[in-house]
């Protein structure tokens, strides 16, 4: 053994230890002033940033949807309310295997083939985080096998949804329409008009009728529970809290009572009425026939039912009171009646002497009246009551088209009547102007004459010759129809009304809308053409009746309803308002290819004349239990 | 009886006061932390104080085991060690992916555990044979030593074990007097092979550094853990939101927050002033370890106290990097505050050795 080199070694060694030790030393510093670094980055300088993050995370703002506001007829009967009920429900992001997984449920409660193919069809319509429904109105059984599975099938859950419930069915569908699943669309509504976030609890969403156009006070103000949750989202207390605001109730001017007799009376028939308070414009029934059932939307629709409702050549899906435009026909005699006599082109005295045609001058062409020789010596009272087509060929021709658009226009023809539901039609009153417009043509004479008898360009709604006919009864008040009276304050309880609106004020001679209103009583007396009608009332009747043609007949040949195919009969047209001393009820039936407005139009106007003036129903017309008011 | 207890006091003189206080400090704050992170659940902390127990018994124990003694240890532990790992890799059983556990029958652990003392034990051992006389072909020798168990952890795989054991290894070289051209070589070295070892890593090694750069590509899965306790640690602020108040801890939003996430728990409840306090005392304890090591009259005493030292550091750098966003997610708890009586139990011995160097100079220099 060498002892002096290991020995100097060992000095070396030494001396060189704790230089290393040194080293280590600042390295250890140099680790730990990273460390604090950092830490001081994390604590002190992004404090605030950190700090926020923290409560995002512990507090959770967790939305309660408010009730729904109730819709309740004139004499408070529901038309629509709410229930709870548990649903199924299937988030697409947590689910690895759709198909398995709806194997899995089908194999515990039963699903059809109905409820699948609707839940494939929202499941299209909505984002993987969104929850859609896949079964509604669970069985308290099923709601318990579901909760026994639960923990296997990630993904699905059993929730319990408030829905809407229309008992009063289809008759009442195309008033009240439906609540519906949000959708896109209604999603990029409630954004621009910034309601997003009070949407945040709620599924649903009025979609037509009264549920869209009064969706703003039907809803209500989401609630907020301010939570405070762990990691796992399960809340652990609740630190604050904003109680949601029920959405408010309506009350309707509508009967629903008169509903059911209006649409009972309508028999097989298809067609719309609407029946007005001339003096509010309140609605006092509104029937478009064939109505749906709105039950079907509130959970989203399968797309079967949703084809053949849409595809029926019934169209249950349009509402003909608002959106059915037809040749407004001889109903418009009693308004072109009062234009000639208030334009100065007639006097209540003056008749003339009906062929049974009429012709422009220098033309060999026949405006053939509907009587065949014609109805003889014709005044404008027996104008009316007879519906004398010659009478207003000459009138039109005399009073030209723009006059006769002018003073129509006042009555509301050729405009949105501003009734408190989306989706009404203006119609159409033809004018010189308006065909430059649209057709770029000129107006040609023959064109005034047919327009003379409702007949031609001339489109009308019924609700639009139901206002028309209010103001011929109010003495001249165009008042906008309503279906909504009032509305109540969830909290306060108070009914608030919702005063009607109206519109203008047409100045009409006394003298001369009383000629016209007598001759719509005439209309509804012995000899009139809706006599039959009138026949028995204990009160008494203006009205008028009218057709409008569906297919066009050749000239010189005869309209023969019985040879016709049902479907091209013409649209038989009633109009009329009782009593008429004080008046307080307007009706404006169509029935499609009901034939003549004597026929099948004016019996029913009758129907819901009685049920609401005396309150007889149709004599056949099952008496159904009143729903007990509110 | 009067005998007994002089009997103990002698045998307690072994202990190093001012390591037993620093210790005897961060086991204190540990238990308060675990039972903040627990929600005061009387199993945890019950647990944790046998934990404390049989640790703290463990290293009164090996303090009073002379250094000489200790360093005969090392060889047949280092052997003992290595032919487990080798057992590993041809019985072992695969969790999570990677073949790191031995199933002995009544218990399965994991052999690297042993490693963490034995190669330094052993390397220590090695240059004390050869002190005096130390040349390159010793420090070949104590570098294959090294490699060994390295690349048979590495190929388990445990990259993160295989990097801490391979750090102690590589202190020992470092304090033995490792020259510093072979060290800035080899880091050159290194450096320049870190794209073909990007190549060789695994997929979830090569995620967990994705996530690391930008936990917010991942915040449902790997990045979660960090991002939750980069937001405990920051929202605790300067002086923290005291004692069971923090809202990331007590609402579950901490993961894993009793062991490897413990400090996020404590930077949330103690803020930054806290954090201070703790990175002080284990440089203290580092601190003292170095003065130990400079003062240790054998070198397997010196190397042994540095290399401990450094390494327990070394440990509170990759935990706290890890848990405040700096360092990939690795499992390493944080040395005498982690719940956990595998990792408690060899932490302190490691102090235990590190007091026997301390107390038993006398001795090995008569």
């Not at chain 1, 007639?346 to 509907?370: A, C, E, M, T």
């Not at chain 2, 039972?35 to 404390?52: C, D, E, F, M, Y």
């Not at chain 2, 030593?145 to 190929?155: A, G, K, Y």
């Amino acid at each position: 053994m060498k002892f002096a080199t290991p020995l100097k070694n060992l000095d070396r060694e030494l001396a060189r230890f704790h230089g290393r030790l040194k080293v280590g030393a600042v390295f250890v510093a140099l680790l730990a002033t990273v460390l604090l670094a950092r830490a001081f980055y994390l604590q002190i300088m992004q404090h605030e940033l950190y700090i926020q993050r923290a409560e995002s995370n512990r507090i959770s703002l967790v939305p309660t949807a408010p009730n729904r506001g109730l819709i309740l007829d004139r004499s408070g009967r529901i038309l629509a309310e709410n229930y709870s009920a548990y649903t199924l429900e299937l988030t697409r992001a947590q689910i690895d295997d759709l198909e398995a997984t709806l194997a899995e449920v089908g194999k515990l409660i039963e699903i059809t083939p109905g409820q699948l193919r609707r839940f494939r069809r929202l499941l299209a319509e909505s984002h993987e985080f969104e929850t859609v429904p896949l079964k509604s109105k669970l069985t308290d059984e099923e709601v318990a096998i579901l909760a026994a599975n639960r923990y296997r099938l990630p993904g699905v859950d059993v929730k319990a949804r408030l829905f809407r419930n229309y008992q009063a069915g289809p008759g009442m569908a195309h008033v009240l329409g439906f609540i519906g699943r949000i959708n896109d669309r209604d999603l990029k509504r409630l954004r621009e008009s910034r309601r997003e976030q009070n949407y945040r609890g709620s599924v649903h969403i009025g979609k037509t009728g009264l549920e869209q156009s009064y969706e703003a006070l039907l809803h209500g103000r989401t609630g907020f529970d301010q939570m405070e949750t762990d990691a796992s989202g399960r809340a652990v207390r609740m630190l604050s809290r904003i109680p949601p605001v029920p959405g408010k109730d309506l009350r309707l001017h509508l009967d629903a009572e008169l509903q059911a007799v209006a649409e009972y009376a309508f028999g097989d028939y298809l067609g719309g009425l609407v029946a007005l308070d001339p003096n509010t414009g309140g609605v006092l029934a509104l029937v478009s026939k064939p109505g749906f059932d709105p039950n079907l939307f509130v959970d989203g629709i399968d797309p079967e039912t949703w084809k053949s409702l849409n595809e029926s050549p019934d169209r249950p899906m349009v509402n003909r009171v608002l959106r059915g435009i037809y040749p407004p026909g001889s109903t418009i005699k009693p308004l072109m009646a009062l234009a000639g006599l208030e334009l100065g082109l007639r006097k209540p005295g003056d008749s003339i002497v009906d062929p049974g045609y009429f012709s422009l001058p220098n033309s060999s062409h026949q405006f053939r009246d509907w009587k065949r020789g014609g109805h003889g010596v014709v005044d404008l009272q027996r104008s009316i009551s007879q519906s004398c087509d010659t009478y207003y060929y000459r009138l039109a021709v005399d009073m030209g088209i723009d006059r006769m658009h002018d003073y129509l226009a006042q009555f509301g023809l050729g405009e949105k009547t501003g009734i408190d539901l989306e989706g009404e039609s203006s119609g159409l009153l033809p004018s010189r102007d308006w065909k430059q417009r649209r057709w770029n043509k000129p107006w040609y004479p023959g064109e005034t004459v047919i327009a003379g008898i409702g007949q031609g360009y001339h489109l009308t709604t019924p609700l639009q010759l139901a206002v028309a006919t209010a103001m011929l009864a109010n003495g001249g008040k165009r008042v906008e129809p309503r279906l909504v009276q009032a509305v109540r304050d969830p909290l306060s309880h108070a009914w608030q009304p919702l005063p009607g609106g109206a519109r203008n004020q047409v100045a009409i001679n006394p003298a001369h809308l009383s000629v016209v209103r007598e001759g719509m009583m005439d209309v509804m007396r012995p000899g009139g053409t809706a006599a039959a009608s009138a026949a028995g009332a204990p009160y008494t009747i203006a009205g008028k009746t009218g057709t409008a043609q569906v297919v066009g007949i050749k000239q010189g040949a005869r309209y023969e309803a019985s040879r016709l195919a049902r479907e091209h009969r013409d649209h038989a047209l009633f109009i009329a308002y009782a009593p008429t001393d004080n008046p307080t009820i307007v009706v404006a039936v169509m029935v499609e290819n009901g034939g003549s407005g004597s026929g099948t139009a004016a019996p029913i106007a009758r129907a819901v004349f009685d049920y609401y003036l005396t309150g007889k129903r149709p004599g056949n017309m099952k008496l159904e239990a009143d729903d007990a008011a509110d | 009886m009067p005998r007994t207890s002089h009997w103990i006091l002698r045998r307690l003189s072994h202990l190093d006061g001012i390591l037993l206080v620093l210790v005897m400090v961060l086991l204190g704050i540990s238990l308060a932390v675990v039972a903040s992170a627990s929600g005061q659940s009387p199993a945890r902390i019950t647990g944790h104080l046998i934990n404390i127990g049989l640790a703290l018994g463990v290293m009164v124990v090996i303090a009073n085991v002379p250094p000489h003694l200790l360093s005969k240890v090392g060889p047949p532990l280092y052997v003992a060690g290595v032919v487990l790992l080798i057992g590993v890799a041809l019985f072992g059983e695969i969790r999570n992916g990677s073949r790191r556990w031995l199933n002995l029958g009544f218990m399965a652990f994991q052999p690297s555990e042993l490693l963490k003392l034995a190669l330094p034990l052993m390397l220590a051992w090695y240059f004390q044979r050869n002190e005096g006389l130390l040349r390159a072909k010793h420090f070949l020798a104590g570098s294959a030593l090294l490699l060994v168990p390295f690349l048979l952890i590495l190929r388990q795989p445990d990259l993160g074990t295989a990097l801490m054991i391979g750090a102690s290894g590589f202190y020992l070289l470092f304090f033995a007097g490792l020259p510093w051209k072979v060290i800035l070589g080899g880091g050159i070295l290194g450096a320049a092979s870190l794209p073909v070892m990007w190549g060789l890593m695994h997929d979830y090694q090569q995620r967990r550094v994705l996530t690391l750069l930008d936990p917010s590509s991942d915040p449902l899965g790997a990045g979660y853990h960090i991002i939750q306790s980069t937001i405990a640690i920051g929202s605790g602020g300067l002086f923290g939101k005291g004692w069971t108040q923090g809202t990331q801890n007590q609402l579950d939003f901490i993961p894993e927050r009793t062991t490897d996430f413990v400090f996020a728990v404590f930077g949330e409840e103690f803020g930054y002033v806290g954090a201070i306090f703790l990175v002080g005392l284990y440089l203290a304890i580092v601190a003292r370890g170095l003065v130990i090591a400079a003062r240790a009259p054998t070198l397997f005493g010196r190397l042994m106290a540095a290399t401990l030292s450094l390494n327990l550091f070394t440990y509170v750098f990759v935990n706290m990097g890890m848990v405040s966003g700096i360092l990939p997610v690795v499992g390493v708890p944080l040395p005498l505050m982690s719940y956990g009586g595998t990792a408690l139990i060899t932490l302190l011995l490691g102090m235990g050795i590190l007091m026997s160097v301390a107390t038993h100079r006398q001795l090995n220099k008569s």
